[in-house]
């Protein structure tokens, strides 16, 4: 079974995603597209699991956010590892939307990424490639001391002491 790095471990992914050419939701733990997820919201109230979203980098977060308030897991795609789109939409879900669930990293982001994602309000990465995963948890603990404000810290240094 696939593995993700989620809360600084590394777990067993029960999240499914689901192909392109599904024409029904399997029962369990289901990834959608954004574009799935509305092509079969009429399935989704009766579907035996839990259901999440991937939405890409570019998406206009404002502009579809209230329904992905509740869902256990919202995803953002990275389609390359200098696209930061999806820091600032990890960033406005947790401290303008107040998101509590899972927001987890996919697609072309890198290992050295980790620690500013998480800042960002990143706790779960599911990398593309066959990066270590304990390693890379380690990685998350690469600073032992911020200064500014984050999704993850709401003081400054300064009022910290």
Known sequence: MPQVLKDHCVIEDNWIPLEASSETVPEGDVLLTYNQ??????????HNGSVGVIIEGNAEIEDIVEPLLNLPLIAIN?????????FSI???LR????????IRAVGGFIR??????????????KFSDDTDLTKAANSLQDFSETYQVSADEENP???RR
């Not at 997820?37 to 009766?46: A, C, G, I, K, V």
């Not at 990275?78 to 999806?86: I, S, T």
């Open 157 to 159: 240094l300064f009022r």
């Open 37 to 46: 997820w509305q092509d079969f919201s009429e399935q989704l109230p009766t």
């Open 95 to 102: 401290e303008r939307y107040n998101y509590q669930g899972e």
């Open 112 to 125: 050295d990424q980790l620690y500013l994602l998480s800042r960002c309000g990143f706790n779960a990465f």
């Open 90 to 92: 990890a960033r406005l």
């Open 78 to 86: 990275f389609p390359k590892f200098a696209d930061g789109r999806g």
